[in-house]
RNA sequence: GGCCCUAUCGUCUAAUGGUUAGGACACCAGGUUUUCAUCCUGGCAAUCAGGGUUCGAUUCCCUGUAGGGUCACCA
């Protein structure tokens, strides 16, 4: 029996920052969607190597947000019973539960003398870097501690000096490796630091970490952000001196800030809670997130998560970076949120669920306050705002009740008939076909035009200019409370 | 500044060694409608520049230019 030839294992490892960022998002789909096209497996690991900048319950808010966007990890970390764990074997998924781990690994280096303690305070660093750019050099360790006797290095150690230890890198060799989508790269290793592989705290960094975790892992294909591909070549030489499968890197162009610059958080938001707050619909947000930096081939442009998996491929994936146009966002969204109003099932109910978080005094008209709204909004959010006259009685001048081609005369005396009309409707004509039936007759009987009829009653129940339709208005609205803004439209007259 | 990456409408993108360079968003105009939105029709708009290679280059190569990323005991 031949192995199963692809055994692809992705993972998204965030640091807990305390929010998912968007571009985040777009790199666990890639990573979510490779594994699922392969049957792959799909991991979420933690790195919170990073002992300065713990935040407290960055780890839930990460599944959870992730669970939101349907991306649920097949392994690491994941939510049960409202509570985080781990599920399966190659763990643990949080760096910092692994300490004693990767130290072992950094002595082994040093043992091996690929690596070296380096007792350089901050300090000095600081003062050499300092040096060195006024002197017009490029920043970087200058090897002051690389040569210290392993016999003197652990004597100070014994005393208590604290120290890291760095990756010693060799001089005048050449790093290769080849990328997914950027191709072959090369960098000469003079342009290399010797860069720390453990802090003096005993935390590693990310380089070591990552390293380690994803060869322990069993990762196939180190899916990332672009900004880690000038120091991917230090993961290759760590790959190397530890003998470990290098797995396929794939390097992913950014998103960008309208300036070009890399998408921030102080040019919009960047948490994918926000937009989901501000009433985007994950699917929306998830499909707009797939489509930059990657094509289907085809001019398809809404796509399910499962469409997804299904058109992904990691050819189509471009190089260059994508400005994040909430524009195209927003149409997107609309394209979801009219989607699904056409429907009946699960989704919808979730939207109208949804909707009724931007109507907190009036939750229950959720549903028919979406049937009034939903083609006319690009986000659910806008729902407040826009339903705003249908809870208090509209303020307006007068003459706004006159249609532009209409007059007073004709306005009043279409407003007076509709209300004589609608007064005596009985409930069963109080309905979308009946009322709008209502309104025809009176245009025709009585040599009005729709203008004079439909104009002064949308307005006398809205006080808008722009609004849904009157007969729309007055189903929403009922009898009773239609007939009182009408008489108060008619009182102005 | 060193290193690395990138370059098609304003934006996201498709395509090709020979095309009227296609689509979507946005924008504009028209139609439908009582208004708005939806919907329909149409329009505007791009191969960064200069050299090669070639019968022919937007596509391949080089240089330039522009933009970006990165140069931490952060990830």
Not at 366 to 374: H, I, P, Q, S, Y
Request: hydrophobic fraction near 35%.
């Amino acid at each position: 029996m031949p192995k199963p030839k692809n055994n692809i294992r992705t993972r998204f490892a965030p640091s807990p920052t305390g929010y998912l960022h968007i571009g985040g998002l777009r790199t666990a789909l890639y990573s979510y969607l490779l594994a699922k096209k392969n049957k792959g497996v799909f991991i979420l690991r933690l790195e919170d190597t990073d002992q300065e900048r713990l935040v407290p319950g960055a780890a839930e808010k990460l599944v959870e947000a992730l669970n939101n966007f349907g991306l649920t990890p097949d392994e690491g970390l994941v939510m049960s019973n409202d509570k985080i764990s781990s599920r399966g074997k190659y763990g643990p998924y949080i760096q910092s539960e692994k300490i004693a781990y990767y130290q072992k690994i950094a002595q082994q280096l040093v043992t091996e003398n690929k690596a070296y303690y380096c007792f350089c305070s901050a300090t000095r660093i600081g003062e050499l870097r300092s040096k060195q750019r006024a002197d017009k050099q490029i920043p970087k360790y200058d090897g002051f501690c690389r040569n210290i006797e392993p016999s003197e290095a652990s004597k100070r150690l014994k005393m208590g000096h604290k120290a890291v230890i760095r990756y010693k890198a060799l001089p005048d060799t050449k790093v290769t490796f080849e990328d997914k989508i950027y191709g072959q790269i090369t960098v000469k290793s003079d342009d290399l630091d010797d860069f720390v592989i453990l802090k003096s705290d005993g935390f590693p960094t990310y380089h070591l970490a990552n390293v380690i975790d994803d060869h322990d892992m069993k990762i196939t294909q180190v899916i990332r952000g672009e900004e880690w591909l000038p120091s991917t070549p230090k993961h290759v030489l760590l790959y190397q001196a530890l003998n470990y499968q290098m797995p396929e890197f794939v390097h992913l162009p950014l998103l960008l800030n309208p300036d070009r610059s890399k998408l921030s958080k102080r040019q919009g938001d960047v948490a994918a809670e926000d937009f989901l707050t501000k009433g985007y619909l994950p699917q929306a947000l998830l499909n707009y997130v797939a489509l930059l930096g990657w094509n289907p081939g085809t001019e398809q442009e809404i796509f399910s998560l499962s469409e997804l998996i299904e058109s992904f491929s990691l050819e189509k994936i471009n190089k260059s970076g994508a400005i994040f146009d909430y524009q195209k966002l927003d149409w997107f969204n609309a394209e979801y949120i009219r989607k699904i109003l056409t429907g009946q099932g699960k989704e919808y109910k979730n939207l109208v669920a949804l909707s009724a978080t931007y109507l907190p005094q009036n939750k229950d008209k959720a549903e028919a306050v979406l049937k009034l709204f939903g083609s006319r909004i690009n986000k659910l959010s806008e729902l407040t705002e826009l339903s705003k006259f249908l809870w208090q009685l509209p303020k307006y001048e007068a003459s706004k009740l006159i249609f532009k081609k209409s007059t007073a005369q004709n306005t009043k005396l279409g407003l007076q008939l509709a209300y004589d009309a609608l007064n005596s409707a009985s409930a069963k004509q109080w309905k979308n076909e009946g009322l709008n039936k209502l309104l025809q007759d009176i245009v025709a009987k009585n040599n009005l035009t729709s203008g004079d009829v439909f104009w002064p009653i949308r307005f006398a129940l809205s006080g808008l200019d722009k609004s849904p339709s009157p007969v729309e208005l007055l189903e929403f609205l009922g009898k009773e409370e239609s007939l009182k803004r009408i008489s108060l439209g008619i009182g102005k007259m």
